[in-house]
């Protein structure tokens, strides 16, 4: 069975880094076509992809928070950590990490089990 | 402003059949990359409902189709249930982005 936890803080002030973990079970990281990813959904809003990584450490990001993310792994860990930096309020949203279902196309991901997500806020 | 285009609602009656619609346009679902369903309830996490235009993770209902044509795509579900309403949003890859992408969401409504 395979499950995802997000962890992390819940306040961040403006202008800080973010730094959230995903501690997954269930799969590893280190098997051919394995991938997790993160995920966000403002309050009231559609989820928003932002970043994905791979079994091969391949790392694509959304293109217009490239500058901002950076995704990296721990396989003997099983965890998956996503740092942004400089945080707005703008940012304040419910972060999820999920599972990419390994039959996907690439680079066209479906993600098949989502963590139960963790509510970040930005504000001073 | 999503690149993939959901109406922001529609409804129907239990054991009705309701369709939702995802359009998108040349950089996306035109160019042939598949389309992804999830359904939301609200307080929980997305669900993966269809994957790859129109299959279905296990203990997903056949009662959920998907299908695609050029740059719309949709999601029809028939015999309509109270546990049906939700939020349901689509999903693709859009190469002019280079992004992973989502529609705007639908929230479907059972009278």
């Known amino acids: 069975q395979i499950t995802l936890k997000e962890s992390g803080p819940t306040l961040v002030k403006p202008t800080q880094t973010l730094t959230l973990t995903c501690t997954f079970s269930g799969f590893s990281l280190t098997t051919r076509g394995v991938g997790v990813g993160w995920i966000r959904q403002s309050p009231g809003k559609a989820p928003e992809w932002l970043a994905l990584?791979?079994?091969?450490?391949?790392?694509p990001y959304s293109a217009s928070l490239k500058s901002r993310l950076t995704i990296t792994k721990d396989t003997s860990k099983n965890q998956v950590v996503l740092t942004m930096t400089n945080m707005d309020p703008v940012d304040t949203a419910t972060y999820y990490c999920?599972?990419?279902?390994?039959?996907?196309?690439?680079?066209?991901?479906?993600?098949?089990?989502w963590g139960q997500g963790t509510m970040v806020t930005v504000s001073s | 402003q999503s690149v993939l285009t959901q109406p922001p609602s529609v409804s129907g009656a239990p054991g009705q059949r309701v369709t939702i619609s995802c359009t998108g346009g040349s950089s996306n679902l035109g160019a042939g990359y598949d389309v992804h369903w999830y359904q939301q309830v609200p307080g929980t996490a997305p669900k993966l409902l269809i994957y790859a235009i129109n299959d279905r993770p296990s203990g997903v209902p056949d009662r959920f189709s998907g299908s695609k044509s050029g740059a719309s795509a949709s999601l029809a579900i028939s015999g309509l249930q109270a546990e049906d309403e939700a939020e349901y949003y689509c999903?693709?890859?859009?190469?002019?982005?280079?992004?992973?992408?989502f529609g705007g969401g639908t929230k479907l409504t059972v009278l």
């Open positions: 990584i791979y079994w091969d450490d391949d790392k």
């Open positions: 999903q693709s890859y859009d190469s002019y982005l280079r992004s992973r992408v």
């Open positions: 999920a599972h990419r279902r390994l039959d996907s196309g690439w680079p066209n991901d479906a993600f098949d089990v």
